[in-house]
């Protein structure tokens, strides 16, 4: 099977039954997938923080995938676009975690989390699998030929 790397801020799209994207080592980073079981067809993007407009940011949209409030939009923007159906759509949200221990607002991880399970709420979506928090970083595989998720923790064996 083929393996595609989903790199931080970035998104990727696939009918290959062939093929699996995956988010590698995520710590405090978010990876939302989507799965089309009907279209045998699915996406992985990974941001890496809450909110562009908190981080006084103003290039947002040249780097929409990097912050949850653009990159969830963008997202489903572009799974509708690739052929993805919303009322069809499994999501998965994977990372969050807070690899130094952070809390309140110096954790970034558990903002992010919130952040998208805010924006999928808002649109309806109810991730159907989450493995995110605690002091761990986690790789998140998407099987496109079936929409299977595998989820490796470090120095754990990996979950399907």
């Known amino acids: ?5 989903v790199d931080v801020s970035d998104v990727k799209f ?4 062939e093929e ?23 996406g992985l993007m990974i ?3 809450p909110n562009a407009e908190e981080m006084a940011f103003t290039a ?3 780097h929409p995938f990097m ?3 653009t990159a969830i939009p963008h997202f489903l923007q ?9 009322t069809a759509l499994t999501v998965s949200v994977v990372g969050g975690g807070q690899m130094l221990g952070q809390t309140g607002r110096s954790n970034v991880g558990g903002r992010n989390y919130t952040m998208a399970r805010q ?27 079936d929409g299977g998720i595998e989820v490796k923790v470090a120095g754990q064996s990996p979950e399907r």
Not at 14 to 17: G, K, L, Q, Y
Not at 20 to 40: E, I, K, Q, T
Not at 127 to 141: A, F, S
């Open 119 to 145: 924006l999928l709420a808002r649109v309806g979506i109810t991730p159907t699998h989450e493995d995110v928090g605690g002091r761990h970083n986690r790789t998140l595989r998407l099987r496109i030929a």
């Open 1 to 5: 099977m083929k393996t595609t790397v």
């Open 67 to 69: 912050f949850a409030d």
């Open 60 to 62: 947002s949209d040249e």
């Open 78 to 86: 572009a799974a509708e676009s690739y052929g993805l159906e919303a």
């Open 20 to 42: 699996a994207l995956m988010a590698p080592s995520l710590g405090s980073c978010v990876a939302v997938s989507a799965y089309d079981a009907h279209n045998r067809a699915g």
């Open 14 to 17: 696939s009918r290959d039954t």
């Open 47 to 49: 941001f890496m923080l």
